[in-house]
């Protein structure tokens, strides 16, 4: 049962346009989400988080929305740049102390120069 | 920045032989995890392990496998008898109480 979907494999986008990353759960108890940026041959590292009592949280050109009544999230990078260009993951833990995460397949975001 | 460490980077092993490997937490962090990805595939949950103990496991952590932390510093994950469907880059994490993980660089295990 795979908890948290990411339903397109690959991404490509324009230099300075926008990148629109989209992540699907279906477990109503995750109350907690995080989208991890990873690029070949390194580890994923955290990019950013969102508690479900929000619906937005920005930083930088990284923003994350929550559409809990859809089981709907998304990463927003705007502007994009090449060294975006890496396989971004969603994941929700089961509970806030950041205990076991599901993990989606991941989207190969490609920035085009 | 603070940093979690795998080592070594690159494992060849023959199939039925034990496998050692280490992973360095950050220091105040208090969740630990193993984490694995077959090429090509997804990032699969092993293992999390919290007060000197396994906390949760998936299906995949069977009775090959176990998880140390011998010294307080350290964290290992040991497979005693690898098969060549153990083949995969392996990931250690470790997280504070409510932060996202840090990720080691993973260590690329070859059974061949």
């Known amino acids: 049962d795979q908890q948290v979907k990411q339903n397109s494999p690959s991404l490509s986008v324009q230099e300075g346009r926008i990148s629109i990353l989209n992540c699907d759960y279906t477990?109503?108890?995750?109350?907690?989400f995080l989208w991890y940026k990873k690029y070949p041959a390194e580890g994923p590292t955290f990019l950013i988080s969102?508690?479900?009592?929000?619906d937005k949280n920005e930083d930088g050109r990284f923003t994350v929305f929550l559409n809990k009544s859809a089981k709907h999230l998304s990463l927003h990078i705007v502007p994009s740049q090449p060294g975006d260009s890496a396989v971004y993951f969603c994941?929700?833990?089961?509970?806030?102390?950041?205990?076991?995460?599901?993990f989606g397949d991941g989207t190969t975001l490609t920035v085009k120069p | 920045e603070p940093e979690v460490t795998q080592t070594p980077s690159h494992q060849v092993t023959q199939m039925g032989q034990e496998v050692i490997l280490r992973c360095v937490p950050i220091?105040?962090?208090?969740?630990f995890y193993w984490y694995r990805q077959i090429l090509g595939q997804k990032v699969e949950f092993l293992v999390s392990?919290?007060?000197?103990?396994?906390?949760?496991k998936s299906e995949i952590f069977d009775d090959q496998f176990s998880v140390e932390r011998p010294d307080g510093s350290n964290f290992t994950l040991k497979i005693r008898s690898t098969k060549l469907e153990d083949s995969a880059m392996y990931f250690c994490?470790?997280?504070?109480?409510?932060?996202?993980?840090?990720f080691g660089s993973g260590t690329r295990l070859t059974v061949v």
């Open positions: 994490a470790s997280s504070d109480i409510v932060g996202g993980y840090t």
């Open positions: 969102i508690s479900s009592i929000k």
């Open positions: 392990f919290y007060n000197n103990e396994i906390s949760e």
């Open positions: 477990n109503s108890m995750f109350d907690y």
């Open positions: 994941a929700a833990p089961l509970n806030t102390n950041a205990g076991k995460s599901t």
């Open positions: 220091s105040n962090h208090l969740y």
